[in-house]
């Protein structure tokens, strides 16, 4: 099957620190990539869509200039928490997908970040 | 305004009975619609999908029906194992995109 992986699994970090999150699709080639973000007892939310060689689309309320994604190949996407606060604490998922399989993402095991 | 409304917020059956947990969408534009099982601080795992096409699939232990007129589908269990013990999300997907919506989940509890 599919699989995508992430790392780190968990990182804890300081206030105004930046941190980077990869999503990597290790046995197939993805052209879209999704990263979503879960907050406690709550649903995912999707962040934002990117595809390879593009900019991303960020969901409405999402900011673009906090949360840098990019997708410079068709196994990688990587996800930067810039300037990062306490608030934006939370699990972060990617999932991916093939171009064929329409709907049919596979996600990552999720990125715990705690910002002190 | 939460198009994909899963609410039973939790949900516990005894091991070998069924499972039956709800979905409710508003937009009539979701045309695909997939169940995923979800252990803590890990990613979700797909389990079955369906499209707009039919109003039931089958994978083993797992049935979903849809119900296009009520806007509701939902993911039958059955027998019920202490190991699907986990948290259960609808998603739905419209026409001409590949964005999935999530609801908000129902933990079950499967107990011997």
């Known amino acids: 099957g599919a699989v995508v992986s992430q790392h780190p699994s968990w990182v804890i970090c300081k206030s105004g620190t930046s941190v980077k999150i990869e999503c990597r699709s290790l046995?197939?080639?993805?052209?879209?990539m999704f990263w979503y973000r879960q907050f406690p007892k709550q649903s995912l939310m999707l962040m934002a869509t990117s595809n390879e060689g593009s900019k991303a689309t960020y969901e409405q309320g999402v900011e673009k200039d906090k949360f840098l994604i990019n997708h410079a190949s068709l196994t990688l996407s990587t996800l930067t928490v810039t300037s990062a606060h306490p608030e934006d604490s939370s699990f972060y998922i990617c999932?991916?997908?093939?171009?064929?399989?329409?709907?049919?993402?596979?996600f990552g095991p999720g990125t715990r970040l705690t910002v002190l | 305004d939460q198009q994909v409304k899963q609410n039973s917020p939790s949900l516990s059956v005894q091991e070998g009975r069924i499972s039956i947990l709800n979905c409710d969408y508003t937009?009539?534009?979701?045309?695909?619609f997939l169940w995923y099982k979800k252990y803590p601080a890990e990613g979700p795992t797909f389990l079955i999908s369906i499209s707009s096409i039919k109003d039931k699939n089958e994978d083993g232990r797992f049935t979903v029906f849809l119900n296009k007129s009520a806007k509701h589908l939902s993911l039958h269990i059955v027998p019920s194992q202490p190991g699907d013990s986990a948290v259960y999300f609808c998603?739905?997907?419209?026409?001409?995109?590949?964005?999935?919506?999530f609801g908000t989940g129902t933990r079950l509890q499967v107990f011997p």
């Open positions: 999932s991916a997908s093939e171009e064929v399989l329409r709907n049919e993402q596979f």
């Open positions: 937009n009539s534009m979701f045309d695909y």
């Open positions: 046995d197939f080639q993805a052209t879209t």
């Open positions: 998603a739905a997907s419209a026409v001409n995109t590949d964005k999935l919506i």
